[in-house]
């Protein structure tokens, strides 16, 4: 039976049928439905860990005691589990074992361009790269029979394109693999040093042979022609469009890569390129096997996402007919109007970046829906690096001004003109990785003020239940973590639960924790207003004779608020969402829900 899936519920559909045991995951664009696929569907264990390093452990034990067991996670989240997987390289597995990383060339949803295909490459771990929806079911479901017979971890590397498009696939249904027995194996397993010298030895020997299997992954269109083409992935449909009359070498496993077919392939043409997104990856290996006439980033640039129009102007220098034509009537890209993302109407983390920025604090954020704080109108996040980082930056900023402090004198102002520095993080993104974060600040006697924005879900990925909502990813009540007891456990005695839409009390308790000589904890609380419980009935309205035209309520920047062409603020039923956040801000009472009688309450 043929389904039209994307990438990612291909990739799902394939380790189903694969029989796959335990998948653990942590949620994040553009990976994120392969998990929750695999939540829907049944014999099979699923969870959101806490972080991908978590994910990574689980998986890993699933496998070495003899299940098929997957972890799923973006390119940025391969980071956090490097630990683990550069080791279970070394360890190998029982049950086979697959890693699905989505890199996202382009950075529609990150904040970096990463490349994993070199993660493969230092860690020794077999790669695959499927170019579609039913190659992601194929690959995934051979995956685990090369990770079982190589005793090996195996990446299935996807991008977004991939991923988030939608094809025909042939499903089938689940096979029903037994666990293996477990056997203890101290050598195997245990990786001390003297144990894994000797499994080091088996890596390397592994690379060696499967660089032969790499070979049965390749697939050759039109032979014989004069333009050669190597190239793998989404890149692949790309090529075959701009392309029709190249011979085509297509790599399906990218590590290690394919000797013998590389150098029979450009035996077999006279002009050779490789087209591939990011990094000369394949281009650098083709070049090590002395063949060194080939090209690839003389044409393609390693910024981003390619495409059929790119990759036609780099090499050929033209334009499609389409392309041409829009130019031609003047409707040129960059002249669209921009969509910059904003916070929704009624979102929690309003109130907070709002207070922040009227205070004119320093801040480092973090990743989540509130990194959008950075933005107009708030402009208040001064540095976001990745997850969890928001709490750690805080805690050098303050030591570093210590020091300066200590050395100029303490007369002197070293303080930049800042009035003082918060970490902000979310509820999710804090069990992530900022616990520890907070730990180093009451360990090693710091005084930074931590607002976690506890919105109740993980909101950016698209709803993802987390450990301190009580729910699992299917649902199924547990035990949630309780974030001031959490902060209390490691040293913080100042813990305060706060309503960021309460600007008086939310701005004094602000005031007066970064003041305090110690490390302090605000939990701003307000769930999400996109969850289903939500509900703040109908939308608020503005009086247009009462309106003064001040502008205040343009300040919070809700995109349900609109300036009319006579200069009165408006709002948008469609979008408000009757927070009644906005009411706060007019000093003249203009704004409000309308009572029976007719005025604004």
Same mark, same amino acid.
């Given at each position: 039976?043929?389904?039209?899936?994307?990438?990612?519920?291909?990739?799902?559909?394939?380790?189903?049928?694969?029989?796959?045991?335990?998948?653990?995951?942590y949620p994040g664009t553009p990976s994120t439905e392969i998990t929750e696929t695999l939540a829907k569907l049944s014999s099979v264990y699923c969870e959101?860990?806490?972080?991908?390093?978590?994910?990574?452990?689980?998986?890993?034990?699933?496998?070495?005691?003899?299940?098929?067991?997957?972890?799923?996670?973006?390119?940025?989240?391969?980071?956090?589990?490097?630990?683990?997987?550069?080791?279970?390289?070394?360890?190998?597995?029982?049950?086979?074992?697959?890693?699905?990383?989505?890199?996202?060339?382009?950075?529609?949803?990150?904040?970096?361009?990463?490349?994993?295909?070199?993660?493969?490459?230092?860690?020794?771990?077999?790669?695959?790269?499927?170019?579609?929806?039913?190659?992601?079911?194929?690959?995934?479901?051979?995956?685990?029979?090369?990770?079982?017979?190589?005793?090996?971890?195996?990446?299935?590397?996807?991008?977004?394109?991939?991923?988030?498009?939608?094809?025909?696939?042939?499903?089938?249904?689940?096979?029903?693999?037994?666990?293996?027995?477990?056997?203890?194996?101290?050598?195997?397993?245990?990786?001390?040093?003297?144990?894994?010298?000797?499994?080091?030895a088996i890596v390397k020997e592994r690379d060696r042979v499967m660089t032969g299997e790499a070979d049965a992954w390749v697939k050759l269109d039109n032979?014989?022609?004069?333009?050669?083409?190597?190239?793998?992935?989404?890149?692949?449909?790309?090529?075959?469009?701009?392309?029709?009359?190249?011979?085509?070498?297509?790599?399906?496993?990218?590590?290690?890569?394919?000797?013998?077919?590389?150098?029979?392939?450009?035996?077999?043409?006279?002009?050779?390129?490789?087209?591939?997104?990011?990094?000369?990856?394949?281009?650098?290996?083709?070049?090590?096997? +002395?063949?060194?006439? #080939?090209? %690839?980033?003389?044409? &393609?640039?390693?910024? !981003?996402?390619? @495409?059929?129009?790119? /990759?036609?102007?780099?090499?050929?220098?033209?334009?499609?007919?389409?392309?041409?034509?829009?130019?031609?009537?003047?409707?040129?890209?960059?002249?669209?109007?921009?969509?910059?993302?904003?916070?929704?109407?009624?979102?929690?983390?309003?109130?907070?970046?709002?207070?922040?920025?009227?205070?004119?604090?320093?801040?480092?954020?973090?990743?989540?829906?509130?990194?959008?704080?950075?933005?107009?109108?708030?402009?208040?996040?001064?540095?976001?690096?990745?997850?969890?980082?928001?709490?750690?930056?805080?805690?050098?900023?303050?030591?570093?001004?210590?020091?300066?402090?200590?050395?100029?004198?303490?007369?002197?102002?070293?303080?930049?003109?800042?009035? +003082?520095?918060?970490? #902000?993080? %979310?509820?999710?993104? &804090?069990?992530?990785? !900022?616990?520890? @974060?907070?730990?180093? /600040?009451?360990?090693?006697?710091?005084?930074?003020?931590?607002?976690?924005?506890?919105?109740?879900?993980?909101?950016?990925?698209?709803?993802?239940?987390?450990?301190?909502?009580?729910?699992?990813?299917?649902?199924?009540?547990?035990?949630?973590?309780?974030?001031?007891?959490?902060?209390?456990?490691?040293?913080?005695?100042?813990?305060?639960?706060?309503?960021?839409?309460?600007?008086?009390?939310?701005?004094?308790?602000?005031?007066?924790?970064?003041?305090?000589?110690?490390?302090?904890?605000?939990?701003?609380?307000?769930?999400?207003?996109?969850?289903?419980?939500?509900?703040?009935?109908?939308?608020?309205?503005?009086?247009?004779?009462?309106?003064?035209?001040?502008?205040?309520?343009?300040?919070?920047?809700?995109?349900?608020?609109?300036?009319?062409?006579? @200069?009165?603020?408006? /709002?948008?039923?469609?979008?408000?969402?009757?927070?009644?956040?906005?009411?706060?801000?007019?000093?003249?009472?203009?704004?409000?829900k309308k009572t029976e009688g007719g005025d604004n309450k």
């Amino acid at each position: 039976m043929k389904e039209l899936l994307l990438g990612n519920e291909a990739v799902a559909r394939g380790a189903w049928e694969a029989g796959v045991h335990v998948v653990s995951s942590y949620p994040g664009t553009p990976s994120t439905e392969i998990t929750e696929t695999l939540a829907k569907l049944s014999s099979v264990y699923c969870e959101w860990s806490p972080n991908e390093k978590v994910s990574a452990e689980v998986a890993i034990g699933a496998a070495i005691g003899g299940g098929r067991a997957m972890c799923c996670m973006k390119h940025v989240g391969l980071n956090v589990a490097a630990d683990p997987l550069f080791t279970a390289s070394y360890a190998g597995v029982n049950g086979g074992l697959v890693f699905a990383v989505a890199d996202d060339p382009g950075l529609f949803s990150s904040q970096n361009d990463q490349d994993s295909r070199f993660y493969a490459l230092s860690a020794h771990v077999p790669m695959l790269e499927p170019s579609d929806s039913a190659e992601c079911h194929e690959f995934a479901k051979k995956a685990f029979e090369l990770s079982e017979k190589y005793d090996t971890p195996v990446i299935l590397r996807l991008t977004t394109r991939v991923s988030h498009s939608r094809s025909p696939v042939e499903v089938g249904e689940r096979t029903v693999v037994p666990k293996k027995p477990y056997k203890k194996d101290i050598q195997k397993y245990v990786m001390m040093p003297g144990m894994a010298k000797k499994r080091q030895a088996i890596v390397k020997e592994r690379d060696r042979v499967m660089t032969g299997e790499a070979d049965a992954w390749v697939k050759l269109d039109n032979p014989g022609r004069k333009l050669g083409v190597i190239t793998s992935g989404i890149c692949y449909q790309y090529v075959r469009e701009v392309f029709p009359d190249a011979s085509v070498l297509k790599l399906g496993m990218i590590y290690p890569l394919p000797e013998r077919s590389i150098k029979e392939f450009a035996a077999s043409v006279e002009e050779l390129i490789v087209v591939e997104e990011l990094e000369p990856y394949i281009e650098n290996y083709v070049r090590q096997l +002395g063949i060194a006439y #080939v090209e %690839g980033k003389k044409y &393609f640039t390693p910024l !981003g996402e390619l @495409g059929t129009e790119k /990759i036609r102007q780099s090499y050929y220098g033209t334009k499609t007919p389409a392309a041409e034509l829009s130019e031609s009537s003047g409707l040129k890209p960059e002249d669209a109007p921009m969509r910059p993302p904003t916070m929704c109407p009624g979102c929690p983390h309003r109130g907070v970046f709002y207070t922040l920025s009227q205070l004119k604090l320093r801040v480092t954020g973090d990743i989540g829906c509130y990194t959008l704080g950075a933005a107009a109108p708030y402009k208040a996040m001064d540095a976001c690096i990745c997850m969890g980082a928001s709490i750690g930056m805080s805690h050098g900023m303050e030591k570093a001004e210590g020091v300066a402090r200590a050395e100029a004198g303490e007369g002197d102002n070293v303080s930049d003109g800042i009035r +003082g520095t918060v970490a #902000v993080i %979310g509820d999710s993104t &804090f069990i992530h990785s !900022g616990i520890t @974060g907070l730990v180093n /600040i009451v360990y090693n006697k710091g005084a930074s003020t931590v607002i976690i924005l506890d919105n109740s879900i993980t909101g950016m990925t698209g709803h993802q239940q987390n450990p301190t909502t009580g729910k699992t990813i299917r649902m199924e009540d547990t035990y949630p973590v309780d974030l001031t007891l959490l902060c209390k456990a490691v040293g913080v005695n100042r813990v305060r639960v706060e309503d960021p839409f309460d600007l008086k009390k939310f701005k004094a308790a602000v005031l007066e924790e970064i003041d305090a000589k110690e490390p302090s904890v605000i939990i701003a609380r307000r769930p999400c207003v996109l969850l289903k419980g939500v509900n703040y009935g109908k939308p608020v309205e503005i009086d247009g004779d009462k309106c003064r035209k001040c502008g205040a309520c343009m300040r919070l920047g809700c995109p349900a608020i609109l300036k009319t062409e006579d @200069g009165r603020m408006k /709002i948008d039923r469609s979008l408000c969402t009757g927070c009644e956040f906005c009411v706060q801000m007019c000093a003249f009472g203009a704004i409000g829900k309308k009572t029976e009688g007719g005025d604004n309450k």
